[in-house]
């Protein structure tokens, strides 16, 4: 039996650029789809009793006279919102995503929370039918940064999931959506010295929100912004901060990410002579 509910955040659906490039219309029958595959086995397909709705069964289920839907399924499909099986049935990339995850979660758990068990593939070549086609699959809310931030071609997503991972594990709570961490970046946090260093700082299997991460985040930055700016130290300073790293770890945050981190500010003669 299908959970009553699934997680759902308004700031990624209105986000989405294939989603805002349809009308009203169809992304009001869109989200009637998304609460008919939460019902589905397979979870996230477009069935009933196992069986792809005709366009009239569909206009009855959503409320709406037949003549509408192919319209509506054709706009929402040109857009890339959703893909198809080679049978033709209709599903969602997201809702499929998260209950491979979750189905890998719990092997898991009952396997004493091995971590190369998370380092399976994930996606087949049957759930990628229209890749060939232009649709490639969706990212839960995947959204690029300027290349200085992460580099070209990087998802936001992947290295917030790495980096909330212990030992390879993080809870499956997470990957449902990074909507609070993402309003942090449309607010000016960086992502190399602001989010992650926070995030890999407090990964634990039992955090099930990014929202706790948030809070931290937004107070060692507020602390970070009182400290009075101070003079930049001197490369015998540097060079004693980089032995004291490599002898014991001990690194300040005041002194900014640490050697071998993005953004470090020890002068590279200082590191090259380290190595």
């Keep these: ?75 929402l499909e ?25 189905a890998i979660a719990r092997k898991n758990g009952k396997n004493g929370g091995n971590p190369t068990l998370r380092k399976q593939k994930e996606i087949s070549a049957s759930d990628n039918q229209n890749s060939t086609e232009g649709v490639k699959p969706q990212k839960p809310e995947a959204i690029f940064q300027t290349a200085s931030q992460l580099g070209a071609g990087t998802f936001l997503y992947d290295r917030l999931i790495e980096a909330a991972s212990s030992r390879g594990q993080c809870h499956q709570n997470l990957a ?10 449309a607010k000016g946090f960086d992502v190399d010295s602001d989010i992650l260093p926070i995030v890999r700082e407090r990964a ?34 540097w060079s004693a901060r980089v032995r004291a790293f490599e002898e014991d770890g001990t690194w300040a945050m005041s002194w900014g990410p640490r050697p071998g981190d993005p953004g470090c500010l020890v002068p590279d003669e200082i590191t090259g002579a380290a190595a």
Excluded: N
């Excluded at 998304?34 to 477009?46: C, F, R, S, V």
């Design 1 to 75: 039996m299908a959970d009553p509910w699934f997680k759902f955040f308004p700031t990624d659906w209105r986000s989405d650029p294939k989603l805002r490039m349809c009308g009203l219309a169809a992304r009001g029958l869109w989200i009637e789809m998304l609460a008919l595959m939460h019902e589905a086995t397979p979870y996230g397909h477009l069935l009933v009793s196992g069986l792809a709705p005709t366009d009239a069964q569909l206009a009855v289920l959503v409320g709406t006279s037949p003549d509408q839907i192919p319209a509506l399924c054709g706009e």
């Design 78 to 102: 040109s857009a890339g919102v959703f893909s198809r099986t080679k049978e033709g049935v209709i599903y969602s990339r997201r809702m499929t995503r998260v209950a491979k995850k979750s």
């Design 176 to 185: 449902m959506g990074i909507g609070p961490i993402t309003d942090l970046v």
């Design 204 to 237: 634990s299997p039992t955090i099930r929100s990014w929202s706790y991460f948030v809070t931290i985040i937004v107070q060692r930055h507020a602390e970070r912004q009182a400290i009075p700016s101070k003079p930049a130290p001197k490369p015998a300073d």
